[in-house]
């Protein structure tokens, strides 16, 4: 399991889950872009407002995850976004 926290958002990674809360009412989105054992890239976002998204993986389980925040945090043209280093599970 992995976690990532800041004043502004709170993320956790288990083998098959992922929770991500972006804790800040701002302008600022947080994402969490994972990889699946079966080659799957996904990227669940919440924000700009409070509040908390679920993801699940149904098949394979998640190998790497990174934690991205930003006004922009759409990895196709997101150059708005900070990311943290990717985690390998």
Known sequence: MGTADSGMWRSAVTGKDVALCDRLDDANKV?????????????PQ?????????????????????????????PEGGSLRWCNSARVF
């Open 31 to 43: 994402a969490v872009e994972y990889r699946t054992t079966i080659g799957r890239t996904i990227l």
């Open 46 to 74: 919440a924000g700009p407002k409070r509040g908390c998204v679920l993801d699940s993986v149904f098949f394979g389980s998640i190998e790497r995850a990174t934690f991205c925040y930003g006004p922009d945090v759409d």
